[in-house]
C-alpha cells in the first residue's frame, strides 16, 4: 500500500511557467513532509521541507503548500527553468514506530521544463 | 562539510554471491537509512540506523541485513543475489534523533547477472 500517493507522474512545463506537484497521505502520525530533487546518476537531492505546525514555506522560488485537514501537500516551483528539469519525490515522515526514521516516498514527478 | 559517500559506486556480481556495500554519513550525524530504488518499485525502504542500533526495518526478506559501527559509518549487506536485487541502492545520513531530515549519498549501483 502507498502511504504517499504523488501526481501526476509527468509534468511538462514552458520556461517561466509555474510548476505544480501534489501529495497525498493518510498515516497521522506523519510529521515531517520534504520534497527532494533528483537528477540521472544522482542521489535525491533534500529541496525544502515543512511541519504541519505551519501551512506555506517558501524558499526561492521552491514553495510547499500544507492542508493539514485535507492531508495533502503540494510543491510548486515559481518561474520553472531548463536546469528544473529532473524527477521530484514528495515523502513523509514521523517520530513513532514505523515511521521513525523512514521516510516513504511518492513514486515520483518527471518534470521537463522546455526553452 | 563533506557529503554521504558510498563504497563502491558500481558494482557487477553473479545471483548467488553476497555483496557488502558501504556507507560513511555526513560528519556528526548518528542515523543511517538505507533504500532500494528501482524503476517499478521506486524508493523503498530497507532499514535505519541510530548509534549502532536497528530502529526499523521496511518488508524486505531476511537476505538483506545491515550494520551501523561506533563512528556511524554503515554497511548492507545482501547474500545469496538474486536478479531482482539489481537496483540503486542509497544511502542517507540524519542530524537528529528522529531522523527525519534526511540527506542521501550518490548511491551504490548493483548489476546482478
Known amino acids: 500500500q502507498q502511504q504517499v500517493k504523488q501526481s501526476p507522474q509527468s509534468l511538462i512545463v514552458q520556461k517561466g511557467g509555474i510548476s505544480i506537484i501534489n501529495c497525498a497521505y493518510e498515516n497521522t502520525a506523519f510529521d515531517y513532509f520534504p520534497w527532494y530533487q533528483q537528477f540521472p546518476g544522482k542521489g535525491p537531492a533534500l529541496l525544502i521541507a515543512?511541519?504541519?505546525?505551519?501551512s506555506e514555506k517558501k524558499e526561492g522560488r521552491f514553495t510547499i503548500s500544507f492542508n493539514k485537514s485535507a492531508k495533502q501537500f503540494s510543491l510548486h516551483i515559481m518561474d520553472s527553468q531548463p536546469g528544473d528539469s529532473a524527477t521530484y519525490f514528495c515523502a513523509a515522515s514521523g517520530v513513532k514506530g514505523s515511521t521513525l526514521g523512514r521516510l516513504y516516498f511518492g513514486r515520483g514527478t518527471q518534470l521537463t521544463v522546455w526553452p | 562539510k563533506a557529503g554521504v559517500t558510498q563504497t563502491p559506486r558500481y558494482l557487477i556480481k553473479t545471483r548467488g554471491q553476497q555483496v557488502t556495500l558501504s556507507c560513511s554519513p555526513i560528519s556528526g550525524h548518528r542515523s543511517v537509512s538505507w533504500y532500494q530504488q528501482t524503476p517499478g518499485q521506486g524508493l523503498q525502504f530497507l532499514f535505519e540506523?541510530?548509534?549502532?542500533?536497528?530502529?526499523n526495518k521496511g518488508n524486505f526478506p531476511g537476505r538483506f541485513s545491515g550494520r551501523q559501527f561506533s563512528n556511524s559509518r554503515s554497511e548492507m549487506n545482501v547474500s545469496t543475489l538474486e536478479l531482482g536485487d539489481s537496483a540503486l541502492y542509497l544511502c542517507?545520513?540524519?542530524?537528529?534523533?528522529?531522523?527525519?531530515?534526511?540527506?542521501f549519498g550518490p548511491g551504490t549501483r548493483l548489476t546482478v547477472t
Open positions: 540506523y541510530f548509534s549502532e542500533t536497528q530502529r
Open positions: 542517507a545520513s540524519s542530524t537528529g534523533p528522529t531522523g527525519d531530515e534526511q540527506y
Open positions: 515543512i511541519r504541519p505546525d505551519v
